[in-house]
């Protein structure tokens, strides 16, 4: 039998200073904004009916394919926002799941 391919895993620090794990879903690029984007969820929900996906930028020049090396930066345009979720949405069905 197959073995399923794990998860990339990138460790955040919350604002009061817990670690939590979270599952890459993937990264991307954008030619319009010059930078690439991380969208993932926390660990502890997969399994679950639903998740949380979160969504980062990563700072210009950062390597999409090593996205724990660098500093996640916080989306801020709502153009930015509307772009991620039409990428996210090319990957969900038509009933919100991967």
Same mark, same amino acid.
């Given at each position: 039998m197959a073995e399923e391919p794990q998860a990339e895993q990138i460790t955040l620090i919350d604002e009061d200073g817990n670690e939590i794990l979270y599952n890459e879903l993937f990264t991307f690029s954008s030619e319009d904004y010059g930078r690439s984007y991380i969208l993932m969820y926390p660990a502890s929900e997969e399994g679950n009916d639903s998740i949380? /996906? #979160?969504a980062y930028a990563l700072p210009k020049g950062a !390597? =999409? @394919? %090593? =996205? !724990?090396? %660098?500093d996640l930066e916080p /989306? #801020?345009?709502d153009e930015e926002w509307e772009m991620v979720q039409e990428t996210l949405n @090319?990957?969900?069905d038509p009933n919100g799941k991967m």
């Amino acid at each position: 039998m197959a073995e399923e391919p794990q998860a990339e895993q990138i460790t955040l620090i919350d604002e009061d200073g817990n670690e939590i794990l979270y599952n890459e879903l993937f990264t991307f690029s954008s030619e319009d904004y010059g930078r690439s984007y991380i969208l993932m969820y926390p660990a502890s929900e997969e399994g679950n009916d639903s998740i949380n /996906i #979160e969504a980062y930028a990563l700072p210009k020049g950062a !390597d =999409p @394919t %090593a =996205p !724990d090396d %660098a500093d996640l930066e916080p /989306i #801020e345009s709502d153009e930015e926002w509307e772009m991620v979720q039409e990428t996210l949405n @090319t990957f969900l069905d038509p009933n919100g799941k991967m």
